[in-house]
């Protein structure tokens, strides 16, 4: 390991160190009422499209300064080398050139509607069969572990332009199959499910043995604190779902920081052990910018022209900009819970735990007593209904491409806090919802589940029509 990267590394395992010792003021939520409280101190009053990128009230000055230069670089547009408008970096293949447009307003982001429209904020992750020497997923020889649909304009061998551009890795559109169910009380929701269908493929054939798992880009809101609860507490909430008849499970994965194997917490399948990682395999893989952790451009062997491009700097993503961008994720803050004084809110609570939604949306967890990289996420009550394990979500949510530990079967439980506020965010008529976006609301997103939850939604569907109305009054509201 180069010094750099070793400085690094000790930077990452701690967290950003610029900021150890920082903590919130004794009432930095102001009126709110406890019951109302998402995410302690990390809580804000705040319900408008920016609900979900807003700073924890009471930061320092200073503190808040380093906030808004990561969220800076959570907006900043990346371009070509020598290009101006933005960071130099972009490419060779990239899917977009800036984080915010997949997560948008660090929401979530949009899967196309249109036949003829390409993913964006969905990615198509890759694999073959077999595995890394770590256990992961094992890459496609010719496009890597996922599609990249977008290329740069290309350089030759002597450095001169070329007429064309770097080729994309491929077109890549998504279809929707329509279903129908029927609840108890006549009621009948269609379900859809996608459908990858590939235009141009410029490296052949994709092939017969390749998985193929649509991922759609996830909200960002309170992941300091999801990384601040303690490895033991979510092991402790796998044990004790064992005496209820489930089956949650962690997945341990390669920590690339710390060059060892470690607690998933984020991704669909807990495939990434912390923000900073998760962070900069985004910007190696969604935008096709390295970093200390990730120097490699992603030019799998057939892709000469890619490979014989000039990178941006060496790294793109440098140090400072890393720290900066990991901090702002880690400090986001969290909207408050709403109408919680509404009787609607407490039969819907109630309802919530009878269809057993809460054993794996486990209501409350709480953050470790000592956080020394942020002390602001010590001890805090963190309302995110997860458990951060794998379950067996049935054969209608399949994927079947095994992640480390995780299963063709397997999801980790989305945290649900926010929910209500999705569609405010995003800007759109509907929140999309699931692994790949195929649930427009609430209610298909419950109606998709199997496996271990199939209890949850075989109850969902015997409820009266008030009762499911309170039910997605409670999820709106959280």
Known sequence: MTPKIRRRAALIAVGTLACAGIALGVDPTGALEEEELSAGALTVARFDEHAFDQAPNGLPYKV???????????????????????????GPTFITNKCVTCHVRAGRGMPPEKADEQVMAVLVRLSIPGETEHGGPKPHPAYGDQIQNQGLMGQDRDDTFLGDRVPPEAEVFIDWETSQVTLADGEVVE???????????????????????LRMAQPIQGLGLLEAVPEETILKIAEEQKAQGFNGRPNYVRDDVNKKISLGRFGWKANQPSVGQQIASAYAGDLGVTSDLY???????????????PPGNQPELIENDWNEITFWEQALAVPARRNVKDPKFKQGEKLFVEAKCSVCHVPEL????KVPHLKMLENQKVRAYTDLLLHDMGEGLADHRPDFKAGG????????WGLGLAKTVLGAEYAPM????????ATEAILWHGGEAAISRDAYRKLARDQREALLFYLASI
Not at 295 to 309: F, I, K, L, R, V
Request: aromatic share 12%; charged share 25%.
């Open 64 to 90: 808040q300064e380093r906030f808004m230069r990561g969220r800076h670089h959570f907006n900043q547009r990346w371009v070509q080398f020598p290009s101006i408008g933005g960071d130099w970096g972009l």
């Open 191 to 213: 379900l859809r499910k996608p459908k990858v269908r590939w235009g141009k493929l410029w490296f052949g054939a994709i092939g017969d043995d390749t998985m193929i798992s």
């Open 434 to 441: 699931l692994h790949d976006g195929r649930a427009r609301n």
């Open 366 to 369: 709480r953050t470790a007593e």
């Open 409 to 416: 079967r397997d999801w980790r439980t989305q945290p649900l």
């Open 295 to 309: 120097p490699e451009q992603n030019c799998p062997g057939p892709q000469t022209d890619c490979a014989y491009q």
